[in-house]
C-alpha cells in the first residue's frame, strides 16, 4: 500500500495544463469541460483514504487468512474515477475447489463474516452472479466496496487504463467527463442493459487510437507487448513506472473540446452492426472475428449490438447491451448530444441532452 500511496502524486489534478486554451472558438467549451472535470473527478485526498480503506481490511483479512491476496483494481486506480465512484477490489486466493464460481462464493463468504464479526463493514451483501460480488460498506468512512475474486483480469486491465491515462492529458478529463454526461443520459448502467464504466473507457480510448487524425494515443499491445499481453503474468504493480509512457508526447495537439465532438460525431455514426471496437489491436475489428475468436472466457451469444472487445480475455466487455431499445436509446443519447454540442458550443446543453419521443 506504502508504494501506491508515495505516488499519489499520479492522481493530482493540477490546475490549468497547458493546451487547454489557444484562443480559438472552442476556448469556452475547453474551459467547462476542464471545470467538469475537476468537480467530478477523484481527487488525489480521496483516493489516500481509499488506500487507507484498502489497508485496514487487507490486515483485517491477512490476520486470519495468510493466503489471501488483495488488490484495489478499476477507476480508483486507473485514474478515471469520480469521487463518487464505489471501490472495486479483486480477492486472489488459492483454489479450494474446482469449480471457480462455488470456489469465489466460498471465499466471498468466509471474507464477508471475518469482516462483519471484525465490525468494519456494514450492509454487506453476497451477489449470487456469474461472477459473484462481495457488496459491503466501510463502517469507518462509508465507502462502498465491490470485492470479487480471483478475476484477475480486473489487475490487467487496470494497469493498462492507467497507462492509457498517463500518456496525455486529455485522456483523464475525457473520460470523466464522457462517465458524467453518460451518467447524466442514463446510458452509464450495465444492470439496466446499458454501458459501464469500463467499456466507456475503452470506447473514448479506441477512439483516441483511430477515430481522430493524427492518433492522440498509440496502441500500446503493439508497442510494448512484453507488458501488455493475456500471456504474461498479471503484474500486480498497476502503477509501474514505464519509460515509454513517461516520454511519450502525442502528435495531436487538438484542443479538448474538438475531441469530445469528435467522439460524439463518431460513435453517432460508427456501424455497430459490422465493427467491434478494439483498444488492444489499436483499430476496428470485424465482428466476427472476434465473435468465432478461440478463448476461455468468449462466447459467441455474447456479441449483440454494442462489442467491445476486452483487451486481454477477448470476451465482449459490452455484453450488457442486449436489448435492441436500449441500445437505440444509447444511439439516440450520442446522435443528439453531438447536434447539441455542435450547435451551440455549450456544455449544458447535453448534461443532460434534451430530445423528444417524436424527435427520435
Known sequence: ?????????????????????????????????????????????????????WKSIFLSIKSCLNSYGLFIVGSTMSGFGLETSDIDMCLLTKPFINDPRLDALHHLDHVRNLLINDGMVKEAELIVAKVPILKFKDSATGFEIDLNCNN????????????????????????????????????????NMTISSYSLAL??????????????????????????????????????????????????????????????NYYSHFNFAEFA????????????????????????????????????????TARSVFD??????????????YWELSRTKNLNTILPVKFSVNQR
Open 1 to 53: 500500500m506504502e508504494r501506491f500511496k508515495s505516488r499519489s502524486y499520479l492522481m493530482r489534478i493540477y490546475p490549468n495544463p497547458g493546451l487547454l486554451l489557444n484562443g480559438g472558438p472552442s476556448d469556452h467549451l475547453n474551459q467547462a469541460i476542464w471545470d467538469v472535470f475537476i468537480s467530478k473527478a477523484q481527487k488525489e485526498s480521496t483516493y489516500i483514504s481509499k488506500l487507507e480503506t
Open 277 to 316: 471496437i478494439s483498444v488492444r489491436t489499436g483499430s476496428r475489428l470485424p465482428i466476427d472475428e472476434c465473435r468465432y475468436l478461440k478463448a476461455p472466457k468468449n462466447d459467441v451469444n455474447q456479441w449483440k449490438f454494442l462489442c467491445i472487445e476486452e483487451p486481454f480475455n477477448f470476451s465482449n
Open 152 to 191: 484477475a483480469i480486473g489487475i490487467q486491465n487496470t494497469h493498462l487504463l492507467h497507462c492509457y491515462a498517463r500518456l496525455d492529458w486529455r485522456v483523464r478529463a475525457l473520460v470523466v467527463i464522457v462517465k458524467v454526461w453518460a451518467q447524466m443520459n442514463n446510458i452509464n448502467d450495465a444492470k
Open 203 to 264: 470506447m473514448v480510448i479506441n477512439y483516441l487510437q483511430c477515430g481522430v487524425t493524427p492518433p492522440v494515443l498509440p496502441c500500446l499491445h503493439g508497442l510494448v507487448p512484453e507488458i501488455f499481453n493475456s500471456s504474461i503474468e498479471t503484474s500486480t504493480d498497476v502503477h509501474e513506472d514505464i519509460e515509454f509512457i513517461r516520454d511519450f508526447k502525442s502528435d495531436n495537439n487538438n484542443c479538448i473540446g474538438d475531441i469530445l465532438l469528435g467522439f460524439l
Open 324 to 337: 435492441i431499445d436500449k441500445f437505440k436509446f444509447i444511439k439516440d443519447v450520442f446522435m443528439y448530444s
